[in-house]
């Protein structure tokens, strides 16, 4: 058995920092489900170099991940990303602007009132408060 085997995380990050880390959680036995924006995905999977036309880096990345493409701004992908955290996810982490996942109506305080035990983690490349919080940016 693996140390984390039974813990359900749902991953909405992109690029580098937030892949990784859930990769390394997948790889420690989590069960991790990326979700990505319909039709474009995480931007990884369209980087080169490419093999079979998805970036090296994107299959790397997202091993041991199921994968599902949810539009956040429609109120049915809302929808469904509330019945996963409500039906048994363990964990949420997102990787967007300090701000976004609460206009989009999923934030924290959304989240928690349909399963008060939700672990909910934000990674942003200037933290969620100062001077820079607004500004677009990732690194390991």
């Not at 813990?7 to 580098?16: G, S």
């Not at 489900?33 to 980087?47: T, V």
């Not at 048994?88 to 999923?106: H, K, N, S, T, Y």
């Amino acid at each position: 058995m693996r140390p984390l085997e039974g813990i359900k995380i749902l991953d909405l990050t992109r690029l580098l920092p937030g892949p990784y880390g859930t990769m390394l959680l997948g790889d420690l036995g989590a069960e991790v489900i990326k979700i990505e924006e319909p039709e474009r995905g995480d931007y990884a999977r369209w980087n080169p170099p490419q093999i079979n036309g998805v970036g090296s880096r994107h299959l790397l990345l997202n091993r041991n991940k199921k994968s599902l493409t949810l539009n956040l701004k429609a109120a049915e992908g809302k929808a469904v990303l509330r019945r996963m955290v409500e039906q048994g996810a363990d964990v949420l982490i997102e990787q967007f602007r300090p701000g976004v996942m609460d206009r989009l109506g999923v934030g924290y305080k959304d989240l928690e009132k349909v399963n008060p035990r939700i672990i909910y983690c934000s990674l942003t490349g200037y933290g969620q408060d100062g001077p820079y919080r607004d500004l677009a940016g990732h690194d390991l």
